[in-house]
């Protein structure tokens, strides 16, 4: 009970305080991996879509190609979407294969703040999201 007050006390996250454990396997409904880029990591962004989509093919949901960023990503960015079945398979090809770019990976359940937040996975280096996007 100290441990929990003392995180009260200094302001971090609620869901580091939780009494009961959220189960993954009802709570998360999918996944999703952004591949960060910029002008200068733009090819190399390409071709590694391309080579997820054959590796991959059949086991996520490709999204757009954004040069600009868009919603809480302060890059410009691409997203898989997956089942949680298919997190290994697909989280373990990026680990290994996502080169010099950045991967934001993160669950969905219904807190997309939480989601964003406090439950992200990086490959690579992480980033500062524009965590107030996700209020609109
Ligand atoms: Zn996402």
Known sequence: MA???????????????RMQPLNPATAIGSWHAHVYFDAATRDAAWALREQVA??????FE??????????PHPM?????????????SIVGWL??????LDVFI?????????????????????HTLILGALDA
């Open 62 to 71: 490709m999204g757009r190609f954004h040069e600009q960023p868009v919603g």
């Open 106 to 126: 993160h669950p969905n359940t219904d807190d997309a703040l939480r989601d964003h937040r406090d439950s992200a996975l990086w490959l690579g280096r992480s």
């Open 3 to 17: 441990a929990i007050a003392r995180y009260r006390s200094t302001g971090r996250a609620a869901t580091m305080v």
């Open 95 to 100: 680990a290994l294969n996502h080169g010099a």
């Open 54 to 59: 054959r590796e991959l093919a059949g086991r």
């Open 76 to 88: 410009w960015s691409y997203q898989l979407a997956f089942a949680p079945e298919q997190f290994a």
